[in-house]
């Protein structure tokens, strides 16, 4: 058997997230389709992220078994020339067939975008979270300390419908880059829990408002004060940029 | 009377062109109901431009009479927060009673987009011309110089139903940026006719492709050279970016 790893891009906006859910479309169904309509036979899709509805992404990426023997570029072409405009593959490689998307997977980079500008942006509100609110970015570097390194994100749970979720997470670089009228949250860790990064910029944004004072923050994450939790950050801010193998 | 001045941005996508035409959803006819629903009264709306079906703006500028004594600030949030959200008014302004969007424009600037990627990206494909042939860059901006300064385009007019059209257009800048992926075409210019900016890249890719050799552009502008017209480019790489007064 072949194992053929993906590179995928995707406008989040009009899709249920990437994970298969009946009558619904997502990114991982309209995938799986397009491959078995070249192929001819079912698959399975793996991959390394199963990112929310409405959220983005420059470089998901999957994997899948085939005894096809076609040629890498040519299923490129091929899958290109079936997938809906908003869902593109960015390349097909064989790999070894011990390869798993999820498990091999050595860090993933998640970009937020902040627009801060008093009016919206027509041409690139679907891709930025629109906060026209005051925000001190010197706290939001701040607050960034308590979320970099090995951390228990307790407080930041959401229940996912699995048990046992390990809350202990690595996160190796939190990047802010204020840029003229965004502000913009590069996220670089191992692996993250369910909205784990919508829920760190949701922590950041109240660290920027005033909302939250930066000394509760390690309450917060240890879920020792639960009304002070924050609030979870818009999904269309959000883009997958990178998955480390 | 008062007269007011509005600078608009929209993402062209979903909108039958700027000018208000029965049945069809056109950013004008959004605009006037806005502002008909706020102010209670009818207005006439008079633009820069009008902008073709899938084109975008970043500075479209309008003009509107009225008696009405609301503060501009005002207006500002009140358009804003009625309209929907492919468009936004970026400034509102008091302006003397005898300015005029359209008469008095010094010029305009428009930015085309080319994406030159052998993939597209489905985050950015309604803003961009993708084009994954291959383009000789330097071949493009040698044909700019034909298109430069005060130019007789005679042989890019298209009907637009109006007779006596002039053709002689003044053409002050063309600059091209090729950065990453994207060819970046600038042009500046005093005024338009129909389509001009379009069939002018149309022209440019033709020259980038060897479609048409640099030597028979004066015959193609002149109109002597009807069966070597170029195409016009696509809409959706299209943005007026500002207008100048």
Redesign the interface.
């Known amino acids: 058997m072949r194992k053929i790893k993906l590179i995928i891009?995707?406008?989040g906006t009009d899709f249920h997230g990437w994970q298969i859910q009946p009558e619904v479309r997502t990114v991982a169904g309209e995938i799986k389709s397009a491959i078995e309509k070249i192929l001819r036979h079912e698959i399975h899709l793996t991959a390394a992220s199963r990112t929310d509805a409405g959220v983005?992404a420059?470089g998901q990426t999957a994997d899948f078994q085939t005894d096809n023997s076609i040629e890498a570029g040519k299923l490129?072409l091929a899958l290109?020339g079936v997938l809906p405009?908003?869902?593109?593959?960015?390349s097909v490689e064989e790999v070894s067939e011990d390869f798993h998307s999820t498990h091999q997977s050595k860090g993933k980079h998640y970009r937020y975008v902040i627009r801060l500008s008093g009016?919206?942006?027509?041409?690139s509100?679907k891709?930025h979270w629109w906060y026209h609110h005051k925000l001190d970015v010197e706290k939001i570097i701040d607050a960034t300390k308590f979320l970099t390194g090995t951390v228990d994100f307790k407080g930041l749970e959401i229940n996912s419908g699995k048990s046992d979720v390990e809350t202990v997470r690595e996160i190796s670089e939190i990047k802010i880059t204020n840029d003229a009228d965004d502000l913009i949250i590069d996220i670089f860790g191992k692996s993250f829990m369910y909205k784990l990064v919508r829920s760190m910029i949701g922590l950041l944004i109240a660290a920027g408002n005033g909302k939250i004072q930066l000394e509760e923050i390690p309450e917060i994450l240890s879920g020792k004060n639960e009304h002070r939790r924050t609030d979870v950050a818009p999904p269309h801010g959000l883009?997958l940029v990178e998955v480390f193998y």
């Open positions: 891009a995707y406008d983005h420059l490129l290109n405009d908003d869902v593109a593959v960015k009016i919206d942006d027509p041409l509100r891709y883009t």
